[in-house]
């Protein structure tokens, strides 16, 4: 089992920045992809950015391309988001999630995550 914890969360008025950081241990972290997804109450969870086990590949959702940032550190056993200029919009639980993927592979899984945090809040005022 790979245990994840989010950390970082809080509130913050529109146009300012929070840092997630998403704690693994459990299982060889490098050995995961990372994902970050959000969801508000009622609906479901978005894949909103991703990275590959060697952080040679990145992925964002439109809605947060530009923004937000995500990137790990394999020595720390740990993946960031970095969000910047916040809207009202972005306020949501915020997951970080883990996917075991070959060694050389490259791939930013979308979905079939194995392992997710417990959530963090974000909340933007506007």
């Known amino acids: 089992q790979m245990q994840l914890v989010e950390s970082g969360g809080g509130l913050v008025q529109a146009g300012g920045s929070l840092r997630l950081s998403c704690a693994a241990s459990?299982?060889?972290?490098?050995?995961?992809?990372m994902g970050w997804f959000r969801q508000a109450p009622g609906k479901e969870r978005v894949f909103i950015a991703g990275?590959?086990?060697?952080?040679?590949?990145?992925y964002y959702a439109d809605s947060v391309k530009g923004r937000f940032t995500i990137s790990r550190d394999n020595a720390k056993n740990t993946a960031y988001l970095q969000m910047n200029s916040l809207k009202p919009e972005d306020t949501d639980v915020y997951y970080c999630a883990a996917k075991f993927v070959p060694l050389g592979a490259t791939v930013i899984p979308t979905s079939g995550y194995d392992y997710w945090g417990q959530g963090t809040q974000v909340t933007v005022s506007s």
């Open positions: 990275i590959s086990r060697n952080a040679a590949r990145i």
């Open positions: 459990g299982r060889p972290f490098s050995s995961y992809a």
